[in-house]
């Protein structure tokens, strides 16, 4: 609690450019390659994450003072685990479609090291309020990345958008199978980089020193 | 690594009073989330079941899908069977004799959740006097106008790596009118495609003697059958069995899988299984329907 909270705008656009989660950080990779086949799935998978997101970042940032910091990881695994059960029983309750095809991975966000990272990185420093804007910015960031990587491959993979048909021509294919969803994850990364050398920015792995490693 | 002290008592007790805390809390909202939503959950399972059969049975929306529930029930040696109709509980010695029968009251006539009706048929027939008492399967049965249009029975069988649970859809003659995964958990790409028309059609059509014969076979999938296998679904399933018929009785195995005998078997034995059982249990429970 020695820095005061960074100001909201800052941590919004945190979320969604300076440290995506998927592009800048490079962490849960895994679902956004598997489920990112067209925007639909990307983006309920998206609010899914964004949801517990911001829940827990809530919840950890309550319960800091009363946690002995040994067990904090333990805690924040519970806590998780409560977000995504809640989201799961209430999304088979309440939108059985929806969870027909996205239940499997929902169940698998308890492990999303996004979650955990700013719960460790943020909530655990800051009061509630800030913690709510950092969770808020980092979940929009994975919804926006998963819907960017969504949009890009059934568009050139399916030929529409939403499940409308766009353009006609010949799909391709490779970018709806799983090396298709490594590319395109890198071309966005790319592209990101990208807008940053234009805007003068200093590229990620300048400003750590180079050879970094990703969790 | 700087070697790290041992928590002294009072770190200890904090440690594990935090962690008491935190999961009672969890307890509790988990709890209170699950109460809230658990009927809902329930109501959208059973919608999805009664489409499922409509759409293997063919029925109109206005058709009447009725719940078999089957229970055994062992007192030492001696078994009983007990099926649970809308309308009535029989209770039947190993030989399909008839013991008694009880009728049912409307309230669990009409209750959406499973778990009320065998609480009622185990009040009803004294559960716990058996040495062991529980539900084994069910069965449904199709009502259009009055009539029965056919029967669906719900099957497990042991997959490559844990139950697979299907509905078969069966005729009043036995033969097997329709196949439908609900749930399984093979492997996508490899057994998971036992949810694919080009195997699962490949049941259907088939009398009961037909399927009783039915092997595996891991010859490849003949271009022509798998294209009349994957058209069922286009078209009503008599007219399909009608022209496709002597296609049906041309091949008299099961073309497994590439990769996936295993789940190929599983199902096959399953459904060979579930028909020949139902053929059986039906002799018994037909009167009281």
Same mark, same amino acid.
């Given at each position: =609690?020695?820095k005061?909270?960074?100001p909201?705008?800052?941590?919004?656009?945190?979320?969604?450019?300076? /440290?995506?989660p998927?592009?800048?950080?490079?962490?849960?990779?895994?679902?956004?390659?598997?489920?990112?086949?067209?925007?639909?799935?990307?983006?309920?998978?998206?609010?899914?994450?964004?949801?517990?997101?911001v829940?827990?970042? %809530?919840?950890?940032?309550?319960?800091?003072? $009363?946690?002995?910091?040994?067990?904090?990881i333990?805690?924040?695994? $519970? $806590?998780?685990?409560?977000?995504?059960?809640?989201m799961?029983?209430?999304l088979?309750?309440?939108?059985?479609?929806?969870?027909?095809?996205?239940?499997?991975? %929902?169940?698998?966000?308890?492990? !999303?090291?996004?979650?955990?990272?700013?719960?460790?990185?943020?909530?655990?420093?800051?009061?509630?309020?800030?913690?709510?804007?950092?969770? !808020?910015?980092?979940?929009?960031?994975?919804?926006?990345?998963?819907?960017?990587?969504?949009?890009?491959?059934?568009?050139?993979?399916?030929?529409?958008?939403?499940?409308?048909p766009?353009? &006609?021509?010949?799909?391709?294919?490779?970018? $709806?199978?799983?090396?298709?969803?490594?590319?395109?994850?890198?071309?966005?990364?790319?592209?990101?980089?990208?807008?940053?050398?234009?805007?003068?920015?200093?590229?990620?792995?300048? @400003?750590?020193?180079?050879?970094?490693?990703?969790? | =690594? &700087?070697?790290?002290?041992?928590?002294?008592?009072? /770190?200890?007790?904090?440690?594990?009073?935090?962690?008491?805390?935190?999961?009672?809390?969890?307890?509790?909202?988990?709890?209170?989330?699950? !109460?809230?939503?658990?009927?809902?959950?329930?109501?959208?399972?059973?919608?999805?079941?009664?489409?499922?059969?409509?759409?293997?049975?063919?029925?109109?929306?206005?058709?009447?899908?009725?719940?078999?529930?089957?229970?055994?029930?062992?007192?030492?040696?001696?078994? &009983?069977?007990? +099926?649970?109709?809308?309308?009535?509980?029989?209770?039947?010695?190993?030989?399909? /004799?008839?013991?008694?029968? +009880?009728s049912?009251? %409307?309230?669990v006539?009409?209750?959406?959740?499973?778990?009320?009706?065998?609480?009622?048929?185990?009040?009803?027939?004294?559960?716990?006097?058996?040495?062991?008492?529980?539900?084994?399967?069910?069965?449904?049965?199709?009502? /259009?106008?009055?009539?029965?249009?056919? +029967?669906?029975v719900?099957?497990?069988?042991?997959?490559?790596?844990?139950?697979?649970?299907?509905?078969?859809a069966?005729?009043?003659?036995?033969?097997?009118?329709?196949?439908?995964?609900?749930?399984?958990?093979?492997?996508?790409?490899?057994?998971?495609?036992?949810t694919?028309?080009?195997? @699962?059609?490949?049941? %259907?059509?088939?009398?009961?003697?037909?399927?009783?014969?039915?092997?595996?076979?891991?010859?490849?999938?003949?271009?022509?059958?798998e @294209?009349?296998?994957?058209?069922?679904?286009?078209?009503?399933?008599?007219?399909?069995?009608?022209?496709?018929?002597?296609?049906?009785?041309?091949?008299? @195995?099961?073309?497994?899988?590439?990769?996936?005998t295993?789940?190929?078997?599983?199902?096959?034995?399953?459904?060979k299984?579930?028909?020949?059982n139902?053929?059986?249990?039906?002799?018994?429970?037909?009167?009281?329907?």
């Amino acid at each position: =609690m020695s820095k005061p909270p960074p100001p909201v705008s800052t941590m919004l656009m945190r979320g969604l450019f300076e /440290e995506n989660p998927v592009y800048r950080l490079a962490l849960s990779l895994c679902p956004a390659v598997a489920v990112t086949t067209s925007v639909k799935n990307g983006l309920m998978l998206g609010v899914a994450v964004f949801v517990v997101q911001v829940l827990s970042s %809530v919840s950890a940032s309550l319960v800091k003072h $009363i946690i002995n910091p040994k067990i904090r990881i333990p805690v924040f695994t $519970i $806590i998780i685990a409560i977000w995504v059960s809640v989201m799961d029983m209430t999304l088979a309750a309440l939108f059985p479609h929806i969870y027909e095809e996205v239940g499997l991975y %929902v169940k698998l966000i308890v492990a !999303f090291a996004i979650i955990i990272s700013r719960m460790e990185l943020f909530s655990m420093k800051y009061p509630v309020v800030p913690s709510f804007w950092d969770g !808020f910015g980092m979940g929009l960031g994975f919804l926006a990345a998963m819907a960017m990587a969504g949009a890009f491959r059934e568009l050139l993979g399916n030929g529409s958008l939403l499940g409308f048909p766009i353009v &006609e021509f010949q799909p391709l294919l490779l970018v $709806i199978l799983p090396a298709g969803g490594f590319f395109t994850i890198g071309l966005i990364m790319a592209l990101y980089n990208l807008v940053d050398v234009k805007l003068g920015h200093k590229l990620p792995e300048e @400003k750590m020193g180079g050879g970094h490693q990703h969790g | =690594m &700087e070697k790290q002290a041992p928590p002294d008592l009072r /770190e200890m007790v904090s440690i594990a009073l935090g962690l008491t805390l935190v999961c009672l809390a969890a307890a509790i909202i988990l709890g209170g989330v699950y !109460f809230l939503t658990e009927p809902a959950k329930v109501r959208n399972v059973r919608a999805r079941e009664q489409a499922t059969i409509q759409e293997l049975l063919g029925l109109e929306a206005g058709a009447r899908i009725e719940e078999v529930r089957r229970y055994l029930s062992w007192k030492g040696k001696h078994l &009983e069977v007990l +099926y649970l109709t809308p309308k009535r509980l029989v209770r039947v010695d190993e030989t399909g /004799e008839e013991l008694e029968t +009880y009728s049912v009251p %409307v309230e669990v006539e009409t209750a959406q959740s499973p778990d009320a009706k065998d609480e009622w048929v185990m009040e009803a027939v004294n559960a716990a006097d058996s040495d062991d008492f529980g539900y084994v399967g069910r069965f449904f049965v199709g009502l /259009e106008d009055g009539r029965t249009a056919g +029967y669906v029975v719900e099957g497990v069988t042991p997959g490559y790596k844990t139950w697979i649970r299907f509905f078969l859809a069966i005729d009043a003659d036995f033969g097997v009118q329709g196949l439908e995964i609900v749930e399984h958990e093979e492997d996508p790409g490899l057994g998971a495609e036992i949810t694919q028309p080009y195997f @699962k059609n490949q049941f %259907v059509g088939r009398g009961f003697a037909q399927t009783q014969d039915l092997e595996v076979t891991k010859d490849p999938l003949p271009n022509k059958w798998e @294209k009349a296998l994957e058209s069922l679904g286009d078209q009503d399933f008599e007219a399909w069995v009608q022209a496709q018929r002597p296609l049906i009785d041309s091949h008299p @195995k099961i073309y497994a899988i590439t990769g996936s005998t295993i789940s190929s078997e599983a199902v096959t034995n399953g459904v060979k299984r579930a028909l020949s059982n139902f053929r059986t249990r039906m002799n018994v429970v037909e009167d009281y329907l």
